[in-house]
T-cell receptor, first 112, second 113 residues
Framework: QQQVKQSPQSLIVQKGGISIINCAYE??????FPWYQQFPGKGPALLIA?????SEKKEGRFTISFNKSAKQFSLHIMDSQPGDSATYFC???????????FGKGTKLSVIP | KAGVTQTPRYLIKTRGQQVTLSCSPI?????VSWYQQTPGQGLQFLFE???????NKGNFPGRFSGRQFSNSRSEMNVSTLELGDSALYLC????????????FGPGTRLTVT
């Protein structure tokens, strides 16, 4: 049972555009939602994370929007750059646990 | 601070053999988690260790095991390798505070032939 559904699988965005990746979860016990960025041959790198007590968190060009009632959260990358081309994973974990449940990933390509 | 290191980076084994992978967490981090990454199943949690104790275990067969040493370094072992065990095995370290950020290493690419 996939507990975190991520879409789209792949995304092509023009340089300077906004990249939007969406995730939905089923387990209402989840209360920590990080996003990771992975380049080929590298391990995932933590980008930004949010907890359900806030609806939005922004760090530089990256913003997480969180909708607790809909059990959805999304990553927005503003002013997308070719260097942002990577695979992005959303994840979730329950209170008191380090077990991250990951979405299947979104391969982002930012074209000049 | 040095990041999470994993050794070896690449490994080729034959079906039926066993393998041991090593992970050194960030200095000061006491929690180590292991994940398996495959194209089909994505990233899946294997287990997490804190202060030499396994705190959580994912849904993998008993052929997958791990341990953590007093210096927080961790090893995972896979016995009786199967072709389906071919994957990128990732280690993540954290301070051990509840839901603190997890930082991943570069992974060990295991190929089973």
């Amino acid at each position: 049972q996939q507990q975190v559904k991520q879409s789209p699988q792949s995304l092509i965005v023009q340089k300077g555009g906004i990249s939007i990746i969406n995730c939905a979860y089923e387990n209402t016990a989840f209360d920590y939602f990080p996003w990771y960025q992975q380049f080929p041959g590298k391990g995932p790198a933590l980008l930004i994370a949010i907890r359900p007590d806030v609806s939005e968190k922004k760090e530089g060009r990256f913003t997480i929007s969180f909708n607790k009632s809909a059990k959805q959260f999304s990553l927005h990358i503003m002013d997308s750059q070719p260097g942002d081309s990577a695979t992005y994973f959303c994840a979730a974990s329950r209170a008191g646990s380090y077990q991250l449940t990951f979405g299947k990933g979104t391969k982002l390509s930012v074209i000049p | 601070k040095a990041g999470v290191t994993q050794t070896p980076r690449y490994l080729i084994k034959t079906r039926g053999q066993q393998v041991t992978l090593s992970c050194s967490p960030i200095s000061g981090h006491r929690s180590v988690s292991w994940y398996q990454q495959t194209p089909g199943q994505g990233l899946q949690f294997l287990f997490e260790y804190f202060s030499e104790t396994q705190r959580n275990k994912g849904n993998f067969p008993g052929r997958f095991s791990g341990r953590q040493f007093s210096n927080s370094r961790s090893e995972m072992n896979v016995s009786t390798l199967e072709l389906g065990d071919s994957a990128l095995y990732l280690c993540a370290s954290s301070t051990g505070q509840v839901q603190d950020e997890q930082y991943f290493g570069p992974g060990t690419r295991l190929t089973v032939t």
